[in-house]
């Protein structure tokens, strides 16, 4: 469980994870923040108002995933680093890319090469970086984008460079 | 030597400034000493981004927090002196206190005192936890991320609460490695998020677990971690060697409260805020009517609460000087709700029934 061991199982992941319907259609966002925290950025930070929380600041954010865009605005402004990107309509045959916030040194460069983690750390693959945004805006908290298989998009949830 | 002031507040730290800030705003002529050299309490080496309302300071960092806070210092400096690397030490009858600084003693004469002198860092009893390379959280924040010092190669985390993660995440950031975290309790104490961000970067969360002993002996070289069982007593035979150069203690802090009860505050003693707190009600003043608190002496919270309360305390101390003030109402009513929200939901339990007691007791005096 979560709580017990820092890492979300697939079961307590399963609530705010997007239908195949919604994920075929390009980019979207997944936010894995499953505790009633008194915290509301991404409310603000979304552009299509697709992020919502019902009864005040400690409600979990509720993301309508049809209004939902996957432009990104949101994965730099959370504090918890909970928010990720999956874009599974991707021109490479059997890759998906997936973007997050990378808060480390150095910032990997766009096609470098760095290994892709799981939520426990552990090694998944060697993945490419496909974009790296870090303007001054985002405030030193970079959005790198991975390629990565399209049936690990689930798994992988960080990278070391 | 002596000085004269309206409002005399005791520390520089979130709520401290936050109280100097509004009382000044109002019109108090006011005093705020901080024993340390830089304004910011431990918002100076709160490098990761706040959780909260994005109407307040969510989403950015402690670091600019501080920045953001002092310029309102500084534009308010008519009416408003800060004096630096200067301890209050006591407090005298007749509204009266004693500020050491580095060449001076003098008196202050003040009309209504804001004292927000934080807290301390706890300490663990284990076999050989006075080993040099054992230190508190606090500590290797300020040393890692106020003087750019690392604290050790591979360190050991004791506490998953919010302290103990964001730690072990800023110690993931300035290239220590972090062996593992410990947690005597069986689930993660502070925000999950935190926890999930440092266990994907590959630490180890040891729920279930204490520390029986570091190893070591000029410095440390390990630790023996044993788990625990309900009532948290060591299960035999479950004892873990783990190879660090440092261990990190993030278990707790205490309200540092020496000053109330010199000035004769009465004391209660809430668990859920942290131990002795002095008694105050919603105004933030304590059984001493010239006297009031904010910060983590009045119970141990985070800084954008303790914030909440420094503006409380400042606009309710100058109206225990100049009288009922709309502009002072506001600010207090403005604060209270979002006290009211940040506290709600299961993570602000705590903290709820530790304030209920407190105004509980406030009434029965």
Redesign the interface.
């Known amino acids: 469980m979560?709580?017990?061991?820092?890492?979300?199982t697939s079961e307590e992941l399963k609530p705010v994870l997007p239908a195949q319907t919604r994920l075929e259609k390009g980019p979207v966002a997944i936010i894995?923040?499953?505790?009633?925290?008194?915290?509301?950025?991404c409310?603000?930070?979304c552009p299509v108002k697709a992020i919502q929380m019902q009864s005040?600041?400690?409600?979990r954010p509720q993301l309508d995933f049809e209004t939902c865009t996957g432009c990104g605005a949101c994965v730099p402004?959370?504090?918890?680093?909970?928010i990720f990107i999956v874009n599974m309509k991707h021109n490479v045959p059997g890759k998906a890319l997936l973007s997050m916030s990378y808060?480390?040194?150095p910032v990997p460069a766009k096609d470098q090469e760095v290994d892709a983690?799981?939520?426990?750390?552990?090694f998944v693959c060697k993945a490419k970086v496909a974009r790296v945004i870090n303007p001054p805006a985002y405030?030193r908290?970079a959005v790198v984008t991975i390629e990565v298989p399209a049936d690990r998009i689930n798994d992988i949830?960080?990278i070391?460079v | 030597m002596s000085r004269n002031t309206e409002i005399f507040v005791i520390g520089g730290g979130p709520a401290g400034l936050s109280a100097a800030i509004v009382a000044s705003q109002l019109g108090a002529r006011t005093l705020l000493v901080d024993d340390s050299a830089r304004l910011g309490g431990q918002l100076i080496k709160q490098t990761?981004?706040?959780?909260?309302?994005?109407n307040r300071d969510?989403?950015?960092?402690g670091i600019?927090i501080a920045e953001m806070l002092c310029k309102e210092v500084k534009d308010a400096s008519d009416r408003l002196t800060v004096l630096e690397n200067t301890a209050a030490v006591g407090f005298y009858a007749n509204k009266e206190a004693g500020i050491l600084s580095q060449d001076a003693y003098e008196r202050v004469s003040y009309q209504a005192a804001i004292v927000c002198t934080g807290a301390t860092e706890n300490s663990l009893t284990f076999e050989n936890n006075d080993l040099p390379g054992i230190y508190g959280a606090g500590g290797v924040q300020t040393l890692m991320n106020v003087h750019g010092i690392k604290p050790g190669r591979r360190i050991l985390m004791v506490g998953s609460g919010n302290i103990g993660l964001i730690v072990s995440y800023q110690l993931?950031?300035a290239?220590v490695e972090v062996v593992g975290l410990v947690e005597g309790m069986?689930?993660?104490g502070g925000?999950?998020?935190?926890?999930?961000?440092?266990?994907?970067?590959?630490?180890p969360?040891y729920?279930s677990h204490t520390i029986l002993k570091a190893l070591g002996e000029t410095g440390v070289e390990g630790a023996v971690l044993c788990r625990v069982d309900e009532r948290f007593q060591p299960v035999p035979n479950t004892e873990l060697t783990i190879e660090c150069d440092c261990i990190c203690l993030a278990v707790g802090l205490t309200p540092l409260i020496d000053l109330f009860q010199q000035a004769q505050c009465r004391m209660v003693h809430v668990g859920e805020l942290g131990g002795l707190v002095p008694l105050h009600d919603s105004a933030m003043r304590t059984t001493n009517p010239d006297v009031f608190v904010a910060g983590d002496a009045s119970g141990i919270e985070e800084a954008t609460t303790a914030m909440l309360g420094g503006r409380i305390a400042g606009a309710r101390a100058y109206e225990s000087i100049h009288g009922k003030s709309p502009k002072a109402e506001a600010i207090v009513e403005e604060a209270r709700e979002e006290l009211r929200?940040?506290?709600?939901?299961?993570?602000?339990e705590r903290i709820r029934w530790g304030r209920e007691r407190v105004l509980k007791e406030v009434g029965a005096c």
């Open positions: 979560l709580k017990n061991t820092g890492i979300i894995e923040c499953l505790q009633d925290i008194p915290c509301d950025p409310v603000s930070a005040g600041i400690t409600d402004k959370c504090p918890g680093l909970a808060e480390l040194l983690l799981d939520r426990a750390g552990k405030d908290t949830r960080a070391k | 990761h981004r706040f959780f909260g309302s994005s969510a989403g950015i960092r600019t993931l950031q290239g069986p689930t993660i925000y999950l998020v935190h926890a999930s961000k440092i266990r994907r970067l590959g630490v969360i729920t929200t940040l506290r709600s939901g299961s993570t602000g």
